[in-house]
């Protein structure tokens, strides 16, 4: 009996041993911590709201050389795609008739000459004999006629002699402007006639350069009406510069400036034209290359800027952000947004002051709690 009272008291101490030991161990088990997440506190800021609109490089001028008067092509002075200066000679043409019918107009012009002196002269001699009375009224009538009409005649010679030199100087076709030659259409012995329709050549300036660009009517409109709400205002002087994204993906060297702004949207695509000015020292842009412009449009005073990596997409196509509670929970956000730059500008979603994450999203699910960290942009995730 007393080995059986031993061994159940025995058993109990285990028992009681067992049952302390599994108390401690849960009372020391803790939850795991809340994941920490990178955050950045939202706050207005002064924003350039900008277009990137899509466009083709156009030459500044574009001249079609044409031959003014009918001849052979002698010679051409050229060389295809070579630059050339205003006034430069392009062709010449067969000068021989011209030359000619210059030399008889310098003759007929001698010869009207000569008798209008010789009416000058015999209108002299009246008048001097009128003076005592042995001209008659008629005479001396005539005789002023005649020398009116002789002074008419040699007019009309000197018109003559200016038109046969100016056809004589256009058989020597010159570049009507400064630029770059394209192929010629043609060859030395070919016959081409005064302002015929195939041009021989074209030559086009390429510095400065012109861009075309299109923009959607509708985004027009949006932009106005924002600026007539006082949501934004319009762009200073200084940001009406363009920058210019080539088909590379990188920026053109230099700024150019916004010129012309068309008042006319397109039937067929619904867009309005831009043109922008480009300087082109180095001749890098060619006429109908496909370019981008980045074009500051207006200014948003209390601009709610987030970076790339704080938005993402879903299958609908909406913006998405997760965002820090008050009590430290996380909340999905769907943004209306708008690119400015490399971040984002939200338009709806977010207010001034709220806890946006932008490293660490993979932790962070809604309705979970966080650890929210204040990081500076371009910092190591915590």
């Known amino acids: 009996m007393e080995i059986s009272l031993r061994t159940a008291r025995g058993t109990a101490i285990v028992v009681a041993a067992l049952l302390a030991t599994g108390c401690g161990a849960d009372k020391g088990k803790q939850p795991p911590p809340a994941p920490e997440v990178g955050v950045i506190v939202v706050q207005p800021q002064r924003a350039t709201i900008s277009a990137q609109l899509p466009g083709r490089t156009v030459a500044y001028r574009i001249a079609q050389v044409r031959p003014r008067v009918s001849g052979i ?133 390429y510095s400065p350069m012109y861009v075309d660009l299109t923009q959607p009517a509708a985004a027009v409109m949006k932009l106005r009406a924002q600026l007539a709400s006082g949501a934004l205002r319009n762009a200073d002087a200084h940001s009406a510069s363009v920058r210019l994204l080539l088909e590379d993906g990188s920026y053109y060297a230099h700024e150019g400036r916004l010129e012309f702004t068309g008042v006319t949207v397109s039937e067929g695509t619904g867009t309005l034209t831009l043109r922008a000015v480009f300087p082109n020292p180095d001749g890098v842009l060619l006429p109908g290359m496909f370019v981008r412009a980045v074009l500051a449009q207006a200014v948003d005073e209390s601009a709610l800027l987030v970076p790339q990596q704080a938005v993402s997409r879903d299958n609908r196509g909406a913006a998405l952000a997760l965002v820090v509670g008050a009590d430290d929970k996380v909340e999905q956000r769907e943004l209306s947004v708008e690119p400015v730059g490399n971040q984002w500008r939200v338009l709806t979603g977010l207010k001034a002051g709220e806890r946006v994450i932008v490293q660490g999203q993979l932790k962070a699910k809604p309705g979970k709690v966080v650890r929210p960290v204040i990081v500076e942009l371009g910092a190591p995730a915590p």
């Open 73 to 205: 092509i002698k010679e051409r002075l050229f060389t295809e795609g070579a630059e050339v200066k205003a006034s430069q000679a392009l062709y010449q043409l067969d000068p021989a008739p011209y030359q000619a019918a210059y030399d008889s107009a310098q003759a007929a012009v001698a010869k009207a000459a000569a008798n209008t002196l010789a009416v000058r002269l015999r209108n002299a001699r009246v008048q001097k004999l009128a003076a005592s009375g042995d001209v008659s009224q008629q005479d001396r009538d005539d005789v002023t006629a005649s020398l009116s009409q002789a002074e008419a005649d040699e007019k009309i010679a000197h018109a003559a002699l200016e038109t046969a030199r100016i056809n004589l100087g256009y058989t020597r076709i010159v570049a009507p402007i400064a630029g770059r030659t394209a192929t010629s259409s043609y060859t030395e012995g070919a016959l081409v006639t005064a302002e015929q329709d195939n041009p021989l050549t074209t030559v086009q300036q």
